[in-house]
């Protein structure tokens, strides 16, 4: 079977809209800022020494941008304008090319992919290239109607003319830049050359006048001597620093290439985006005979080592300054993304966040909010999971009515150790309280919410088990449970596996803790201290039984040979009530006793002890108890989100 062919034009091209090329061309051919910035580049890259840029006050008007550089001949601006994509490097270098009489020059081009000298086209559809060269002049109307290229010469002459120079002109139809606006941005990215002046509408803009000028100061450096420096804002971030830094001018000549470093000298770090937005200028009319034969840099000499001392603790220190102003935004601003977490922090944590914080910023000041906010969130959850036992337990060692001793430890702490102590004491309160509510309420489920949260308190039975030496023994509990499950009535023991230090009986659970030291003679671990903690459930009365059951417990562990060591034991009976008829303490031969308590003494004993030091603590350290941004932010108004709701 034949294939019947398309009766059509063969080897038909592409076909390009109108606007194909403004659509691809991002930022230059819609910013008018960047478009001129890139056609001033292009004159920059041309040798030129001043650029004329003429802004109509309407549009519909024509807008003009004149240079004095090399210009093109009628060769040049076919290959070179009309070339999608043209890589300069490739074809010219990365220096910039001079007119005869500036032949000596040097600076380093601007140009990279050929995309820059489309800025007209941020103004209009069409323009006009007027450029002249090697006594010819030619002009050329680029338009971007044509289907069959993305942009074309729609009609060019050609005229003999002395003279270099190329000017570019469209009557205006969209994005009419304001003329100031042009000259602030257009001035403070080409300051760094004086000798590369910009006009807008016939007016330039001196450093000392700039809206972006950070700070002006006068540099005292090598025995008198001085340079003025002007550390200015460029308005914008730039793509590269290969012209912002600090440029040098000695005599109204620019010395070597702008940078963050010089002469051995590293000003900032190049990398930070604060880099790629500011220029410091450093004018001095003293230092010729200091400057390279082809002004390329400065000779190493002790003058030129003391300039860049005074240069380099200039720049840190505005630096610093503005680094300050843009972290309290950036730090605000995250603190109120995470508000309903902070809020939940205590004062040592909102403290130790802030700290984190200002040691991030210190380190990488320009930090981006998104990475600051991932960082505090981290944090904030770190926070979450800190305690202060360990300090509490200093304190726990000191007698209620020690307070010349509290004194003395507290002299040797830090805000941040007394922060910690408070933070540990709440955190205990808040332990007391819910002991007292949960004891009675009779909906509560006491096995698995009161019972655990009495034993891992162990604080709560004196000063003396509040050590972290006090840790479940694997030997102890076997011991217990063995016999235990002897006298078990039903002979039963339930030991869940995630609760392996508590034993629960029909009605009550049994939870034991002890210390260990290792003996001199055998070298191996014995026991030296042995808690006991029993606790009755159902609300039932303390009676005669349950003491002797706890005086059997002690009596067996001692005599049952399972436990290593002959250490000293102490059990506490907890209920609801206690009987009238028994005692609530009684002794077990020469190293055990039993102690019978309710819940809400037991509360009571440990809120008295709190509560004291708090007080104490809460006094001493009462103007620092919290963090000052994070406080200042979660005191502002703000909406709160209704969950399920939206607008």
């Not at 010729?288 to 603790?313: H, I, N, Q, Y």
């Not at 489920?445 to 604080?459: A, G, Q, T």
């Not at 671990?525 to 349950?546: A, F, H, M, S, Y």
Request: aromatic letters at 6%; proline letters at 4%.
């Amino acid at each position: 079977m034949r294939t019947k062919l398309l009766e059509s034009a063969p080897g038909q091209g592409c076909l390009f809209e109108d606007d194909f090329l403004v659509r691809t061309l991002g930022p230059i051919a819609n910013s008018s800022e960047v478009a001129l910035t890139e056609l001033v580049a292009n004159a920059w890259d041309a040798g030129a020494s001043q650029v004329k840029i003429e802004l109509p006050p309407d549009l519909g008007n024509k807008l003009t941008i004149s240079d004095d550089g090399t210009g093109m001949t009628e060769e040049m601006f076919r290959e070179k304008w009309m070339t999608l994509g043209y890589d300069r490097l490739r074809h010219q270098g990365s220096q910039a090319e001079f007119p005869p009489e500036r032949a000596g020059a040097s600076r380093p081009a601007y140009g990279r992919n050929g995309i820059g000298r489309h800025g007209m086209l941020c103004f209009a559809p069409e323009y006009t290239v007027t450029t002249t060269r090697d006594g010819f002049q030619n002009s050329f109307q680029i338009v971007t109607t044509s289907r069959n290229n993305p942009f074309e010469i729609a009609r060019a002459t050609r005229k003999r003319s002395a003279g270099h120079g190329t000017r570019l002109s469209c009557a205006v139809s969209k994005n009419l830049p304001t003329p100031s606006r042009v000259a602030e941005v257009l001035s403070a990215r080409f300051l760094h050359d004086p000798q590369f002046v910009v006009k807008v509408n016939g007016h330039s803009i001196p450093l000392s006048d700039h809206r972006g000028l950070v700070s002006q100061e006068m540099l005292k450096f090598a025995d008198g001597q001085t340079a003025e420096a002007f550390f200015v804002d460029s308005m914008a971030t730039a793509r590269r620093t290969q012209y912002q830094g600090v440029a040098f001018w000695v005599g109204g000549r620019l010395v070597g290439d702008p940078g963050w470093a010089a002469s051995g000298a590293i000003f900032l770090d190049g990398r930070t985006r604060i880099a790629k937005r500011y220029t410091v200028v450093v004018k001095s009319d003293s230092l010729f005979d200091d400057v390279l034969p082809d002004w390329s840099g400065f000779r190493r000499t002790e003058r030129v080592k003391s300039l860049m001392s005074a240069v380099t603790e200039y720049v840190q220190r505005v630096f610093v300054k503005l680094s300050e102003e843009r972290v309290q935004e950036t730090t605000t601003s995250v603190f109120r993304e995470h508000r309903s977490e902070l809020e939940s922090l205590s004062s040592l944590g909102k403290r130790d966040v802030e700290e984190f914080v200002t040691t991030v910023t210190n380190v990488n000041p320009t930090i981006p909010q998104e990475s600051l906010s991932a960082a505090v969130a981290a944090a904030i959850n770190l926070e979450k999971m800190k305690g202060g036992a360990q300090l509490l337990d200093k304190l726990s060692k000191l007698s209620e009515d020690d307070v010349l001793g509290l004194d003395r430890l507290l002299s040797e702490w830090t805000v941040r150790d007394a922060l910690i102590v408070l933070d540990e004491i709440d955190r205990r309160l808040a332990v007391c309280t819910a002991i007292e509510r949960l004891c009675g309420d009779p909906r509560a489920d006491e096995l698995h919410s009161l019972h655990p949260l009495v034993v891992e308190s162990r604080w709560l039975f004196g000063p003396e088990f509040d050590s972290p030496e006090f840790v479940s023994n694997v030997s102890l509990n076997t011991a217990l449970k063995n016999l235990l499950g002897k006298k078990s009535n039903k002979g039963e023991i339930e030991n869940p596996r995630k609760r392996p230090d508590i034993l629960i009986l029909p009605e009550r659970s049994i939870a034991a803790a002890a210390t260990e030291q290792i003996d001199d003679a055998s070298s191996m671990p014995t026991i030296t201290q042995v808690l006991l903690i029993e606790l009755k459930r159902g609300g039932k009365e303390i009676d005669r039984e349950n003491v002797h059951q706890a005086t059997d417990y002690i009596e067996d562990l001692l005599k049952s040979g399972l436990i290593e060591g002959s250490p000293t034991m102490k059990a506490f009976v907890i209920g609801h009530t206690v009987s009238p008829r028994i005692e609530t303490s009684r002794k077990v031969g020469e190293r055990g006793s039993v102690n019978v308590v309710t819940y809400l003494q037991l509360v009571r004993m440990a809120n008295r002890r709190l509560f004291r030091l708090k007080d104490r603590l809460a006094e001493r350290y009462s103007d620092a108890n919290s963090a000052v941004l994070i406080d200042r932010v979660l005191s502002e108004p703000y909406q709160t989100v209704i969950e399920g709701y939206t607008t």
